[in-house]
Nanobody, 128 residues
Framework: QAQLVESGGDSVQAGGSLRLSCASA????????MAWFRQAPGKEREGVAA???????KYADSVKGRFTVSKDISKNTLWLQMNSLKPGDTAMYYC??????????????????????WGQGTQVTVSS
């Protein structure tokens, strides 16, 4: 059964860094399009970064230049390196997989309704 488990969330001060991880079970992270999303209280779930095969990545404008998505196939893990964190980055962060599309043919969508396997989330809190 496909399963994703996030970890690495924490409380940090503005300007700090965190690295989130998403361990995959039941499929390899190279099989499908994968992405990170976040949701703050009272707000819609927002796409943060997507990654396909061949090093192709896409970022939301709000995190471009600060966040980096990557995957380690040997560890079957998706990563999100977050630098220069801001209070506006405070949210629950989720990783997701679009198992209906091969990782070779990702269109790098950041639409949440395209992803069908989700982790339980990890909380990131950034204080000013």
């Amino acid at each position: 059964q496909a399963q994703l488990v996030e970890s690495g969330g924490d409380s940090v001060q503005a300007g700090g860094s965190l690295r989130l991880s998403c361990a995959s079970a039941g499929f390899t992270v190279d099989s499908y399009c994968m992405a990170w999303f976040r949701q703050a209280p009272g707000k819609e779930r927002e796409g943060v970064a997507a990654i396909g095969n061949y090093g192709v990545e896409k970022y939301a404008d709000s995190v471009k230049g600060r966040f980096t998505v990557s995957k380690d196939i040997s560890k079957n893990t998706l990563w999100l390196q977050m630098n220069s964190l801001k209070p506006g980055d405070t949210a629950m962060y989720y990783c997701a997989a679009e198992t209906g599309r091969s990782g070779r043919f990702c269109d790098m969508t950041l639409r949440a309704d395209r992803y069908n396997v989700w982790g339980q989330g990890t909380q990131v809190t950034v204080s000013s």
